[in-house]
Nanobody
Framework: QVQLVESGGGLVQAGGSLRLSCAAS????????MGWFRQAPGKEREFVAA????????DYADSMKGRFTISRDNAKNTVYLQMNSLKPEDTAIYSC????????????????WGQGTQVTVSS
């Protein structure tokens, strides 16, 4: 059974930082590209960042470039999202997802999803 478990969310002031983690089990982690998505109340799910299975290729949504960094540790079956210079509009539930194919922004391409972790940024 595949499980993706996010952690590291919480309440932070604007300008602060958080590091999200997503621990994977039940799959050959090193064979999967990983992505982070977010969904704010009343809004559609939004692509945040993605990383290739080896970690050599990354992709970011334009609004996250320069503030967010995605990384992975295949020895620990974990993908990370370092979020700096957080803004109130970053408030959302952040979820990780696994994709057997390629680095992609398309949520429909992802095979497995975590439950998400809440990030709240106060002004």
């Amino acid at each position: 059974q595949v499980q993706l478990v996010e952690s590291g969310g919480g309440l932070v002031q604007a300008g602060g930082s958080l590091r999200l983690s997503c621990a994977a089990s039940g799959l050959t982690f090193r064979s999967y590209a990983m992505g982070w998505f977010r969904q704010a109340p009343g809004k559609e799910r939004e692509f945040v960042a993605a990383i290739s299975s080896s970690g050599s290729i990354t992709d970011y949504a334009d609004s996250m470039k320069g503030r967010f960094t995605i990384s992975r540790d295949n020895a620990k079956n974990t993908v990370y999202l370092q979020m700096n210079s957080l803004k109130p509009e970053d408030t959302a539930i952040y979820s990780c997802a696994a994709n057997r194919q390629v680095v992609t922004r398309a949520s429909r391409a992802y095979d497995y999803w975590g439950q998400g972790t809440q990030v709240t940024v106060s002004s």
